[in-house]
Every structure is written in structure tokens, then in C-alpha cells.
């Protein structure tokens, strides 16, 4: 952040804060009395049925919407006393039917806030390249014109523009809701991916329970105007705050909604070697207990061991190994199918393992859930 | 029944061809009268297009201001839609003809002066009309996000809404244009002069020929105005429609 940080934003402040806004259309209540704090650094889901006020919640926070009553401040800054176009030029902004502008191409678009704020030309074009790499977009489309791209490739366009000025907030609703499932799937991945590199603070709204869970840091149940339950997304699955959360999430997605990626911090890991320690060593060894994997004979196949006070014990040859972007389902299909066996799991992207029985995976869900447990401020 | 579809279906697709045709051998026929009085002809194409030129210099800032201040108010639209559509249902010999007394207090009562004001008022609807769609059916997200991403209203505008609706309102003009084409024949009848002197000359003289080479070269006239504005139009639309 910048030296002109007002004092009352340290970087654990909320982002975004709605005290007591209430909001209407003519006759129609949409909020009443709402209050909300966004965490910075955090992707946060507004979720609920159609005409829950999602989108006039996100609307507030940057100033499209003016709440009738009660204080929304972002950055720390009241927006009834802001500067609204310099403030949106400095938060991304993404929508389902993307809003790319059909007269400008590919780079003309991403360009669009960098010009508004009189960037360099040689600076704006470093910065589009820069992106297009980000957004996984060939260079050759960047005279393309929006209509010459596919569904997918003009919402990763719209991404890249809501990114181009570098905001610290984005702002994105329904962004993937009219995609096709494939496509909907590859852009969710990879803006978790990009979202694991930026750490922007991201207002994400979507009817889509499986991708609120899925994106969420933390999500936030909307319904008539009024939060239902707020939290992270174990705390949906595992403790609904009543029969509409319960019945808004779906007792199926209990299983298939939480990852073995989320799971994997509370999780033992496995030390990976490509031999195993030699006899004289193994003895001496003074190594914490844990999990290895190593071969028995070199280039023989891998065997999972225990290490513990007994020494090292073999307990399984070729162990299945999972992605930590599988489900907690898939791995209970195998742990449940093999009884006593161990599942290791692996992140691509660090190369960790970590080793899970159904006893362990039963202690991370309810160590998870007494972590995450009461920070949720009283409302 | 398919037989007969296809059949006029190739008829409609060589229309243009079968006119094209009647246009050289009307030339053709015509030539020897053309060629006697070319320097008149010349004359009156050139009266012809002043008369064009002129009034639309007028009626294009006039209509696209107008359409421009009223596209987002339903009352003004309706009343300058209104008052636009009101002035077409008059006949152009009457709205010529209504010109005489109403200028001559001004000393202007014929001539190109009041000519020229009868074509911006037959432009307007036209123009009016397309400015105000191309300004409306610009798609809401677009605009929602140019403000979101913090554009001016003004920016919004000026580079969003209105290149957006450009095309529409080129096409608005071209129509204007064309008309405008046809109507100036009629503004021979106060004096004004252009290709209408040939067709009232030639019907007052029974001269076929005459009448001919007016109505031939007044086609002719707005059928290139019609083609320039077009291939303008396509160059401002080189994006194509957003699905």
C-alpha cells in the first residue's frame, strides 16, 4: 500500500466495511440495517437466491448503489465523501455478460483503466503483455476484437482489464455463471491459481453453492435482505446455522465440496527419499516420528514406513496417492474400500505429500473447524 | 410451391442486375439528349447536390443533437419523434408550396433559402429517430461497466455510447440523404432549381426524353450517395455485433 495510507488501514482492517446500511427501491426494502466487514487478502462469496440483494451489496461497494442509510467505507474511506470515479479506477470490476467494449480490441480493452489513469504508453503495453501471460491468452488475439473470442477467452479478457490498473479490490459478479460447466471449471481453477499469487480482496457473487465453496475464503449467505450465516466454508458443510443453510447448501455436498487441498494443512506429511536410510543409520537415528517414503531396495517400488519409537516400521507397498485438488470423497472411496490402508496426498505445485487415514482425515476436519471456529464477530 | 420460392428468390436476387440494365438502356436511349444538353445537365446535378449538401449540413447536426438530447427522456422523445413523423405526412408539394407565404415576409419565399428548409425538416425523422435507438440499444453491461471501472459520465459518452451507436446513426442519415435526393426534385416548384426543373419542364411539354433524363440522373444521384454512405458505414462497423 501506499505511504497516503490512512491510519485506520493496517493491512488486518477490513477492507470494506457496510455499517447499518439500509437500502431501498421505491417500496422495496432491499437490506435493512446490514453490516458487513470484508477481510483484506481474502476472496470473499456473497451467496443466496435470486433477489437476495447480492448484487445491490456488491453494487454498494463502489458506489454504483447509494444506500439510503448507515456508512459503507472501503480502504477506510466514507464513499459518501469519496472521490467515486478516481475510487473505481482503483477496484476491479467483472461481470457475467463481461462488458467488454465491442469497439475496442483485446488491448484496447485491458488498457482501458491504465489510460484513464495516464499511464506511459510503454508502461500500459508491458503491462497488457504482462497479463495476457497471466490470463493465459496468445499474444496474436491482442488486436483481436471481443467478438472473435470464445465465451472463456472474453471472461478471461474481462479479468485481465478488472486487473490491469493493479487494484487491491475486485469486485466480480457472476463472472463464470454463463460459461459452459468445462470452460465455468477451467476459469474457477485458474483464478484460484492467480488468487494464490495475488492475494487480491475479492467480492465474488454467485447462486452457485459449489462455487462459493469451492472459491470462498469465507461466504457469506444472503437471503430477503439479510446475512443468514457468514463464515468459512467448512462451517457451512458441518455447522449450518439453520434449516435454510442446511437446505441451501445440500447435505450431498458435505463430501464432495470440501478438498483435500483445504484439509492438507492439519494433515501429517511424508519426508520422501529416494533410498532407505542404511541399516547402522536407521538405528541411530534420532528422527521425529512421521511418515517416509522410500523404496526397500534401491529402484524397487516405493513403500510407505512409520517412523516411531520402535524405529522405522513398513507398513504399506505402493500406497495410492491423490491430488489435494481431489475431494474429501474420493479419498474416503478409498480409504473405505482398503480398511487400515493410508492414502498419501499430493500438491502439484509445492510437491508435498502429506499421509491420511480416516482417523486423521476426521481429526483436520474438527482441528479445522475449532480454528476457524469463534472469530466470527457477534452481529 | 419450392419451385415457385426458388424461383422468386432468384427474380428478388436479380433485381439489381434487371435495373442496372434498364438504367444503360435508358442510357443508352437517352444518350443523344444527354449529349445535347450536357452542360445543362451538369448545371442542374450541381444545383441538385447544393440543394442536398446544404440542408444537410444542417439536418445532420440538428437531427443527431436533437436524437442525442432526448434519447434518455421519454416526454421530449415522444414530442420531437412526434413532430418529426408529423412533418413527413405532409405531401412535399404542400410543404414547398407552404414555404412561399411563410418566407416571403423574410423576402425569401422561394429560391434555395426556403428549399433547403423544407429538406432539413423532412430530414429530421430519420435522423432524429436512429440517433435515439443507436443511443438506447447500447448494451447495458457495457455501460455498466465503462462507469464501474471509473469512466466520467461525459467519458462514458463520448467513448462509449456514442461510437457504439454510430453506425446506427449513419445509417439514419443515409436514409435522410436518399430521400433528400428524391424531395429536391420537387423544389423546381419554387425555383430553386435541380434535376425537378427536367421532370416538370418535360411533363409541361409532353417530352419524354426529358422527364427520362431527369428521373435517370436523380436514380443515378442517390444511388451513389446511397453506396458512399454505405461503404462509410461498414468502415465504422468493422467490428461486428456482439452475440
Known amino acids: 500500500m501506499s505511504t497516503k495510507t490512512p491510519p485506520e488501514t493496517?493491512?488486518?482492517?477490513?477492507?470494506i466495511v457496510l455499517e447499518n446500511v439500509t437500502c431501498r427501491?421505491?417500496?422495496l426494502e432491499v437490506f435493512k440495517q446490514i453490516s458487513l466487514g470484508i477481510a483484506p487478502g481474502q476472496v470473499t462469496v456473497l451467496i443466496g437466491p435470486s433477489g437476495s440483494g447480492k448484487t445491490t451489496l456488491l453494487g454498494l461497494m463502489n458506489g454504483m448503489v447509494r444506500p439510503q442509510s448507515g456508512r459503507v467505507l472501503v480502504r477506510g474511506q466514507d464513499l459518501a465523501r469519496a472521490d467515486l470515479i478516481a475510487l473505481r479506477r482503483r477496484i476491479g470490476y467483472v461481470i457475467q455478460e463481461v462488458g467488454l467494449f465491442p469497439h475496442y480490441t483485446?488491448?484496447?480493452?485491458?488498457?482501458?483503466?491504465?489510460r484513464l489513469l495516464k499511464w506511459e504508453e510503454a508502461r500500459i503495453r508491458n503491462r497488457v503483455e504482462a497479463l495476457l501471460g497471466l490470463i493465459r491468452i496468445p499474444a496474436d488475439r491482442l488486436n483481436a476484437y471481443p467478438d472473435q473470442l470464445s465465451g472463456g477467452q472474453q471472461q478471461r479478457v474481462g479479468v485481465a482489464r478488472a486487473l490491469a490498473a493493479d487494484p487491491d479490490i475486485l469486485l466480480m459478479d457472476e463472472p463464470f455463471g454463463a460459461l459452459d460447466p468445462i470452460t465455468r471449471e477451467q476459469l474457477q481453477d485458474d483464478f484460484l491459481a492467480l488468487q494464490r499469487r495475488l492475494h487480491k480482496t475479492v467480492v465474488f457473487v454467485t447462486h452457485d453453492m459449489d462455487e462459493a465453496l469451492?472459491?470462498?475464503?469465507?461466504?457469506?449467505?444472503?437471503?430477503?435482505?439479510?446475512?443468514?450465516q457468514a463464515g468459512h466454508p467448512f462451517q457451512f458443510l458441518l455447522q449450518p446455522a439453520n434449516d435454510f443453510v442446511r437446505s441451501f447448501v445440500g447435505r450431498h455436498r458435505l463430501l464432495t465440496a470440501i478438498r483435500l487441498e483445504q484439509l492438507q494443512p492439519w494433515l501429517p506429511s511424508v519426508q520422501v527419499a529416494e533410498a532407505l536410510p542404511r541399516q547402522e543409520a536407521r538405528a541411530r537415528q534420532k528422527a521425529p516420528p512421521g511418515w517416509l517414503l522410500a523404496p526397500e531396495q534401491p529402484d524397487s517400488e516405493p513403500v510407505l514406513w512409520q517412523r516411531g519409537r520402535a524405529g522405522l516400521q513398513r507398513v504399506q507397498a505402493r500406497?495410492?496417492?491423490?491430488?489435494?485438488?481431489?475431494t474429501l470423497e474420493s479419498a474416503l472411496a478409498v480409504l473405505l474400500s482398503r480398511p487400515g490402508s493410508v492414502l498419501l496426498i499430493r500438491d502439484e505445485p509445492t510437491d508435498q505429500m502429506a499421509a491420511a487415514t480416516v482417523a486423521d482425515l476426521q481429526g483436520a476436519l474438527s482441528q479445522a473447524l475449532r480454528e476457524l471456529n469463534p472469530p466470527e464477530a457477534p452481529r | 410451391m419450392s419451385m415457385l420460392g426458388r424461383w422468386i428468390e432468384k427474380l428478388l436476387a436479380s433485381l439489381p442486375w434487371l435495373l442496372a440494365v434498364t438504367a444503360a438502356g435508358l442510357l443508352v436511349k437517352l444518350a443523344p439528349f444527354l449529349w445535347a444538353y450536357r452542360d445543362l445537365a451538369l448545371l442542374l446535378s450541381w444545383q441538385h447536390l447544393r440543394l442536398i449538401g446544404l440542408s444537410m449540413t444542417i439536418a445532420v447536426p440538428l437531427g443527431v443533437l436533437i436524437g442525442g438530447l432526448t434519447y434518455g427522456r421519454a416526454l421530449p422523445g415522444a414530442l420531437a419523434l412526434g413532430s418529426a413523423s408529423l412533418l413527413m405526412t405532409i405531401p412535399s408539394i404542400a410543404l414547398f408550396g407552404a414555404m412561399i407565404p411563410l418566407l416571403a415576409p423574410l423576402g425569401?419565399?422561394?429560391?434555395?433559402?426556403?428549399?433547403?428548409?423544407?429538406?432539413?425538416?423532412?430530414?429530421q425523422l430519420p435522423i432524429i429517430r436512429n440517433t435515439r435507438t443507436g443511443l438506447q440499444s447500447v448494451p447495458a453491461p457495457v455501460l455498466r461497466t465503462a462507469l464501474a471501472l471509473g469512466m466520467s459520465p461525459w467519458q462514458v459518452f463520448w467513448r462509449v455510447r456514442f461510437p457504439l451507436a454510430w453506425p446506427f446513426i449513419l445509417s439514419g442519415i443515409r436514409i435522410a440523404m436518399v430521400s433528400a435526393v428524391g424531395i429536391a426534385s420537387v423544389a423546381a416548384y419554387i425555383g430553386a432549381g435541380g434535376l425537378g426543373r427536367w421532370i416538370f419542364g418535360g411533363i409541361r411539354r409532353t417530352y419524354p426524353d426529358m422527364v427520362l433524363a431527369g428521373a435517370l440522373l436523380i436514380s443515378l444521384l442517390a444511388v451513389a450517395l446511397d453506396r458512399t454512405l454505405f461503404t462509410l458505414q461498414r468502415f465504422f462497423q468493422r467490428y461486428r455485433e456482439q452475440p
Do not use: C, M
Open chain 1, 214 to 228: 469451492k472459491l470462498g475464503d469465507r461466504i457469506v449467505l444472503l437471503n430477503q435482505g439479510r446475512i443468514v
Open chain 2, 108 to 123: 425569401a419565399g422561394v429560391g434555395t433559402i426556403p428549399a433547403v428548409l423544407a429538406l432539413i425538416l423532412y430530414s
Open chain 1, 319 to 326: 500406497p495410492t496417492v491423490l491430488q489435494a485438488t481431489d
Open chain 1, 25 to 27: 427501491y421505491g417500496a
Open chain 1, 106 to 114: 483485446v488491448y484496447q480493452n485491458i488498457a482501458l483503466v491504465p
Open chain 1, 10 to 15: 493496517s493491512s488486518d482492517a477490513p477492507a
